[in-house]
């Protein structure tokens, strides 16, 4: 947060800039720069906008708060070669625009491992399964089958008449918008506390909230957005490894992308810049940073809404405009990985996938190298189980989430060589994390803002997108409607 | 917003000066004063803390964004004698605090006019009930008071058992608070469409949102703080005039208090200095507004939570303390104001107060001065109305809100020698009114560190109190308090 002027340099090309990289040399000479588009926010969204503004053969210039890009998607270096991923990691299927970057990029993707039983751990301990039922990586017991089965398939169903371009506009979207997740399904299936524990740790994972803070009408726009123009969204594609949205990784990690744009993109990315107030004229958009003005004909905001909320405005925003980016509070995610010399679950024939009832850590991925040259298994600590864990000493919440990982994988989970703990929520240029969190209303009364540009603003970030809202995809997509939005207005 | 310097400069002391007072000149030289306690924001938490800081014979230095005081509370002049309020006006039984301060500042109060009937409007019409039977204000009418009588009689019954300090710890907290109050509206009573109509009326009002916006738990702690140290809320304190909230005014209107407290702070006081910094370190705490830095040995933010998170901290706000700001939104408010020569309804033996299942305007007030030398009909618009009418063409919005005014009470009301709008919604310094609107997970989660000082910084504003949360007397009682925490730790 230490001021630091806007300069120019390229990025650190690989994994290991995933790290915090060199402070940029302070200046104490007020700089000035100009560009066709100024873009607010170096993860995939604004470097894909910016992307699409060079290629037009405009000038853009990227403003990026931290000393690296990504956003929300982290490569750790474990040492020279190896890394883990903090943040967004995965794709899969009709995920096709970050896929289509990170091919353009020369980025390969591998496949998630999934081989072998997956673990379903609640009142009657540990039960294995097998991860290629119809349910996906759903667990399967007969306690909570029925009820996974019938809300997974309602669900669904509802969300087929979800516009994903204005939900507020779907037939029952006034019923679906006052209640929440939680209050439909203790009102639509047994609510047996087993399964109502379920729905709670695949909300912590993929929302990082309870399902109590989830409108339903969000829920079904999300599950809507879990797909293509070609193809419809399902529930099952957000929570499933094999055919959803877990099913691939990227070599290198996933902000190899990012590093890579940015690399492209050369001295168009000024890192430490964090932007704090735009201006708008009738002849141009003043961004300011650290003291320093910045002029674009047109701005895009690729950053989380309850971040774009504490930037200045002049002229302010309008009324609803702010009071959108009050409601969109982002989730509360923290990533656990614990490091093994190998994984040793595999041998036993565990694909290192679990879905737990009790936390801190509730949902497992092995998210080892593509090489299985060490064992990584990664947990979510989402929702209730982070804003408790987050205030506890580590060494408790180390000692709770190895033991987790011990139910569900044996005792040699205990041992680990290292432990990475990562908290999107202290980060302050996060403040969260998988995406925003919007409990009833929001959609109703603020949806219609989301993306409406103001002036010579425009929005991106994944929290826009219709398709893929809250993945790296989205965030992609997002970033390419809004460098349209702004060339078609040069 | 234009920068200014932090500067030393009386307040003008009376109605007039609740209009915008002069810009202070601009300064480019930076300057620095120190003080034992800076307080951040002149509302009237901001000002009580002030002043019990300066009467225990400490230093404090209250740094406001605005060119007035008395934040929410606010007093626009008509002429030369006579004004309007466009903020909180009201006050009422068990108000001890706002109370107190008043006459310490010389402030009497008089009765709000409630004489004659009131107006019910919904889909039989214009309907007129005395004001004075069981149910107080709420409408009298065979279709909706079988509901009003039972949802209030039972609200009441459950805020009971909710701590007003730590409402998470209420036996029925989990349950209450993973609905919303729609859903148990729903649930426990005919659920009637005109019914629910009402309940809109009112939390439109009452919270500036929807009852499908409001956790149960939340509402249940709303209505226990609708009280004191020796009387249990209720929710009619909430709704009720005679005996209830809306009871009595201020002579010269609420804001005067606010301008007087402002008064004898004197120098203390610096009107447009925006704080967008605090830095604390092991000695101090640094507060930067406009370039300017301020020192103190503790820090009382006294403005709403969701502005609370738009400052930069250094170290950076814990994440649970960060994370709650994302999800205290304020409620979005407008008020509707027609002056009409005199208070025409007056004659009719109306009271001036109706309530509508119509908007935009469905609650109002005769809000005339005390001689009734002016008529002028107060009405709120809230919640969705707001929302949907803030973007409506200024014309539009008054056709209709007059619309509303003369169903209610008569075709006279469609000649107003003027009418005043004021959407809270818009004021930067503000982005809502009246409080903050809690949805459902948020006391249980976050709730917890409301009030927790963060190193030297204490928390208020009215959001913060225990008792007449969203209030005047909140926001009193909260710099009372966080004074006394700042003092203590000197």
Known sequence: MKTSGITRRGLIR?????????????????????????????????????????????????LEAR?????????????????????????????????ALAQAMGVDTFPTYNTGNNVFYGPRGREEYANNTPLGTAPVDPVVDPDIILAVSELDNMSTSVPVDAPWTA???????????????????????????????????????????????????????????QNVGTFERNFNTAGGAQESRFVGGAQT?????????????????????IEQSFTRATVYSNGHRCYAQRVIV????????RIQYDPPLPP????????????????????????????QGLSGQAVSENGPVKVTFDTSPADGSLGIMMGFIGGHEARYWENQPEADRRAAALGNLAAYFGNQALSPRDVVEFNWS?????????????????????????????????????????????????????????????????
């Open 14 to 62: 690989g994994a290991a800039a995933g790290a915090a990289i060199t402070a940029l040399p302070k200046s104490t000479q007020a700089a000035t720069l100009t560009a066709d588009v100024i873009v607010v926010g170096a993860g995939l969204a604004g470097l894909t906008a910016a992307r699409a503004i060079a290629a037009a053969g405009r000038s853009v210039l990227v």
């Open 67 to 99: 000393t690296r890009v990504g956003g929300r998607v982290l490569n750790h270096p474990l040492d020279l070669t190896r890394y883990t991923e903090l943040g967004g990691m995965f794709t899969g299927p009709t995920q096709d625009r970050i896929q």
């Open 171 to 229: 037939s029952s979207a006034d019923d679906w918008d006052r209640q929440t997740l939680d209050a439909w399904l203790r009102a639509n299936t047994s609510g047996n506390s087993e399964f109502l524990a379920v729905t709670s740790a695949a909300t912590e994972a993929i929302f990082g909230c309870e399902p109590r803070e989830l409108s339903l009408l969000y829920t079904l726009f999300y599950i809507a957005a879990s797909g293509n123009e």
């Open 257 to 277: 992308i990012a590093l890579r744009v940015a690399d492209q993109l050369g001295t168009r990315v000024s890192l430490n810049t964090p932007v704090t107030r």
């Open 302 to 309: 690729a950053i989380p809404p309850t971040l774009a909320g």
């Open 320 to 347: 609803l405009r702010d009071q959108l980016t009050q409601r969109m509070p982002q989730g509360s995610l923290m990533k656990f990985e614990a490091i093994y010399d190998t994984p040793f679950w595999r041998s």
């Open 426 to 490: 202290a980060e302050v240029w996060n403040r969260g994390c998988p995406v925003a969190v919007l409990g009833p209303g929001t959609l109703t009364d603020f949806g219609a803002v989301l993306r409406t540009p103001v002036g010579r603003i425009h929005w991106a970030g994944t929290e826009t997108s219709t398709f893929w809202n809250g993945y790296m995809d989205g965030a992609v997509r997002s970033g390419e409607r809004a460098a349209q939005e702004a060339l078609a207005a040069l």
